[in-house]
C-alpha cells in the first residue's frame, strides 16, 4: 500500500507469471491501483502509465508487444470485482476466480526486512 485517503487506496503491484514450460522465462508487469471498497465488492482502477514489464533476454520490441497487450485489455477504466469471486486462502493469500479467466492465485511477496 503506498497511500489510503477517504475510501481510495493506491497500490504499487507486481504481477508476475512462472511458466510451467521448462527453460522458459517468467513475466513480470509492475502497475499502480487505485481501490475503493464497496458493500458488495471492490472498484480497481490501473494507471496504465505506470505499467511495465521485463522478461529476461527480450527485444525491447517485444516488451513494448506485451506491453501493449496488457494496456488495451486494461484500458483506463474503473473494473468492479463482487467479494462472491474472492476466496481468502491464507491471509493475505486469496484466489480470484472471475468468469472466462484462469483462476489467480495472489499473495504478498516478503521483503527482506519483514
Known amino acids: 500500500m503506498v497511500a489510503?485517503?477517504?475510501?481510495?487506496?493506491?497500490?504499487?503491484?507486481?504481477?508476475?507469471?512462472l511458466p510451467k514450460i521448462e527453460n522458459s522465462k517468467e513475466l513480470t508487469l509492475t502497475f499502480r491501483a487505485t481501490e475503493r471498497s464497496e458493500r458488495t465488492g471492490q472498484y480497481t482502477w490501473i494507471d496504465t502509465d505506470s505499467m511495465a514489464v521485463s522478461l529476461a533476454g527480450a527485444q525491447p520490441e517485444e516488451k513494448k508487444l506485451i506491453l501493449n497487450g496488457f494496456r488495451s485489455r486494461s484500458d483506463g477504466t474503473e473494473k468492479?470485482?463482487?467479494?462472491?469471486?474472492?476466496?481468502?486462502?491464507?491471509?493475505?493469500s486469496y484466489?480470484?476466480?472471475?468468469?472466462?479467466?484462469?483462476?489467480?492465485?495472489?499473495?504478498?511477496?516478503?521483503h527482506k526486512d519483514e
Request: glycine share 2%.
Open 4 to 17: 489510503r485517503r477517504n475510501n481510495f487506496t493506491d497500490f504499487d503491484v507486481a504481477v508476475t507469471w
Open 95 to 110: 484466489l480470484t476466480r472471475n468468469p472466462g479467466e484462469p483462476t489467480a492465485y495472489c499473495h504478498k511477496e516478503l
Open 80 to 92: 468492479f470485482s463482487p467479494y462472491t469471486n474472492i476466496e481468502i486462502t491464507t491471509f493475505p
